[in-house]
């Protein structure tokens, strides 16, 4: 991931965030593009490039519509599949198996001493990104537009851990998501910090398909709480792994995207990018293969 890709990143969030501000005018391509100070070709190329899509498409995936439409889809296939497949204490998203272990109380307690806890930045389609790691796993992944300050948040988490700035097999395995093509990645392993229901609604955020979406009651109804819908909503509000334990794909019922604890600009690009991947036949059978850049044809 270079810095033009970093740059591509902020001039798409930087499209979208306009569109939501000025929906109401319906601006053009030509509008968009001086936003972002790029003629409309340039511009154009750079959103296809990014998204496999036209702006035009893209943005079709982040309307009241379309939300409502993939939160319907997603009811006959949803949870009922993923369940009926015997999905417990793992989950799979694309073709990784992602195996989740909590933390036990001797490793967390007096602030997490015991614990080290190796830590690195990386660029990514979605801006930079913060990965930790214990002896056992992922412990942390988070968005960051401050490094420094990130990673203060890191150790608020952990105190008394011991910290080194060194990029393990557990990171790679995850940064490969972000920076290489793959079809066959090796098994990521989780090892976090949280209740016993905390760890049952992140195990269960693993099982939503890529190009879906799903609600917090929806979340509540598969965990046997119906009514626990506003606890699952603080539970994925401390999700501790961003992307790979896909929060962004939790939806209001009315089919608002509504907030993220890394953005809602960002929430928007991620389940827009998932959703072109899918349409295009790029996500398939929960398989990523991350496309080469290659125009499209079509402007918007």
């Given at each position: 991931?270079?810095?033009?890709?970093?740059?591509n990143?902020?001039?798409?969030?930087?499209?979208?965030?306009?569109?939501?501000?000025?929906?109401?005018?319906?601006?053009?391509?030509?509008?968009?593009?001086?936003?972002?100070?790029?003629?409309?070709?340039?511009?154009?190329?750079?959103?296809?490039?990014?998204?496999?899509?036209?702006?035009?498409?893209?943005?079709?995936?982040l309307?009241?519509?379309?939300?409502k439409?993939?939160?319907?889809?997603?009811?006959?296939?949803?949870?009922?599949?993923?369940?009926?497949?015997?999905l417990?204490?793992?989950?799979?998203?694309?073709?990784?198996?992602?195996?989740?272990?909590?933390m036990?109380?001797?490793?967390?307690?007096?602030?997490?001493?015991?614990?080290?806890?190796?830590?690195?930045?990386?660029?990514?389609?979605?801006?930079?990104?913060?990965?930790?790691?214990?002896?056992?796993?992922v412990?942390?992944?988070?968005?960051?537009?401050?490094?420094?300050?990130?990673?203060?948040v890191?150790?608020?988490?952990?105190?008394?851990?011991?910290?080194?700035?060194?990029?393990?097999?557990?990171?790679?395995?995850?940064?490969?998501?972000f920076?290489?093509?793959?079809?066959?990645?090796?098994?990521?392993?989780?090892h976090?910090?949280?209740?016993?229901f905390?760890?049952?609604?992140?195990?269960?955020?693993?099982?939503i398909?890529?190009?879906?979406?799903?609600?917090?009651?929806?979340?509540a109804?598969?965990?046997?709480?119906?009514?626990?819908?506003?606890?699952?909503?603080?539970?994925?509000?401390?999700?501790?792994?961003?992307?790979?334990?896909?929060?962004?794909?939790?939806?209001?019922?009315?089919?608002?995207?509504g907030?993220?604890?890394?953005?809602s600009?960002?929430?928007?690009?991620?389940?827009g990018w998932?959703?072109?991947?899918?349409e295009?036949?790029?996500?398939?059978?929960?398989?990523?293969?991350?496309?080469?850049?290659?125009?499209?044809?079509?402007?918007?």
């Amino acid at each position: 991931m270079n810095i033009q890709e970093e740059t591509n990143f902020g001039r798409v969030a930087s499209a979208i965030h306009y569109i939501n501000t000025n929906f109401r005018t319906q601006p053009s391509l030509d509008e968009i593009a001086e936003q972002v100070n790029l003629s409309p070709f340039h511009f154009q190329r750079l959103f296809t490039d990014w998204a496999g899509v036209s702006p035009k498409k893209f943005l079709q995936y982040l309307t009241l519509a379309h939300a409502k439409k993939m939160l319907k889809d997603s009811q006959a296939t949803l949870f009922e599949t993923a369940f009926e497949t015997g999905l417990s204490g793992t989950g799979r998203l694309h073709d990784l198996f992602i195996t989740m272990e909590g933390m036990t109380p001797g490793e967390y307690k007096n602030g997490g001493e015991q614990l080290r806890i190796n830590y690195s930045f990386s660029d990514t389609f979605f801006g930079r990104v913060l990965v930790a790691s214990t002896l056992k796993g992922v412990c942390f992944i988070a968005f960051t537009e401050d490094e420094e300050a990130e990673l203060a948040v890191l150790k608020v988490k952990f105190p008394q851990a011991h910290y080194q700035q060194q990029t393990d097999a557990f990171q790679r395995d995850v940064l490969r998501i972000f920076l290489e093509n793959w079809s066959q990645p090796n098994q990521v392993k989780l090892h976090l910090k949280g209740t016993d229901f905390q760890l049952k609604v992140w195990e269960t955020l693993l099982k939503i398909p890529v190009g879906r979406l799903s609600t917090y009651g929806s979340i509540a109804k598969s965990i046997g709480l119906p009514s626990a819908s506003r606890a699952v909503g603080t539970a994925i509000g401390a999700n501790p792994v961003a992307f790979l334990i896909p929060c962004h794909r939790v939806i209001q019922a009315t089919g608002v995207f509504g907030q993220y604890r890394w953005g809602s600009i960002r929430k928007q690009a991620i389940i827009g990018w998932e959703a072109a991947q899918a349409e295009n036949g790029i996500l398939k059978d929960n398989q990523l293969i991350l496309p080469d850049n290659q125009l499209k044809d079509g402007f918007i």
